[in-house]
């Protein structure tokens, strides 16, 4: 057995419960850091931008599961789907940082997604990933069809790309990291899209 055989034998074992466990108690973990002083002199900002990364961590390998099966055998296929709930769960927590403890008013947060560019691409594909939260079970899978259901998820594509942008636009000043995950999310979805091409050729 290869070393890519043991690794796919142990995710067939891996209970997804326990990387939702992981993923919430990450989660938490961070939020006590935030709170107890351990993220820094700006602990909500630093929290805010810890769930963001998170998310968009999550949404890329998301984004790679289909290629790494392909090109290296590799399958997470298993994990697909707790990759993106945990994805969804973090770029709401992420939002809810921002709307909670950061700008706290619902008069401020309305003008933010209005006048801010960054955090109005950053809503929007917020948006885009509700639609794929929600139908991340097996009932609506059943419900949609495989072929409506995997449409749907296509979603994604835009999403990733305005979660990529709302980083790069976000950050201060140039960073090699945010146009790192832009550069990473269009592969993917490059090598996506054209895969789905080739299975309709066929």
């Not at 899978?141 to 259901?149: A, D, I, S």
């Not at 990733?160 to 980083?167: Q, T, V």
Request: aromatic content about 10%.
């Amino acid at each position: 057995m290869t070393g890519i055989q043991r690794i796919n034998a142990g995710i067939r074992l891996l209970p997804v419960w326990a990387i939702y466990m992981a993923g919430a108690a990450w989660a938490l973990w961070l939020f006590w850091l935030a709170a107890t002083g351990g993220l820094g002199v700006e602990p909500i900002e630093a929290l805010e931008h810890r769930y963001g990364k998170l998310a968009l961590q999550l949404i890329v390998l998301g984004l790679a599961v289909t290629p790494l099966r392909q090109g290296l055998g590799l399958n997470l296929m298993p994990l697909r789907r707790a990759i993106g709930v945990l994805a969804f769960f973090y770029v709401a927590a992420h939002l809810l940082v921002w709307a909670v403890l950061d700008v706290q008013s619902p008069a401020a947060i309305w003008a933010d997604i209005i006048k801010r560019p960054y955090v109005t691409i950053g809503m929007a594909g917020f948006a885009l990933l509700i639609p794929l939260a929600l139908t991340s079970n097996n009932w609506a899978v059943r419900r949609l069809g495989p072929l409506r259901w995997r449409a749907w998820h296509r979603l994604v594509y835009p999403a990733a790309a305005l979660g990529a942008l709302h980083y790069i636009w976000q950050a201060k000043g140039f960073q090699i990291e945010p146009l790192a995950y832009l550069v990473a999310v269009v592969v993917l979805v490059a090598l996506r899209i054209r895969g789905l091409g080739r299975r309709v050729a066929r």
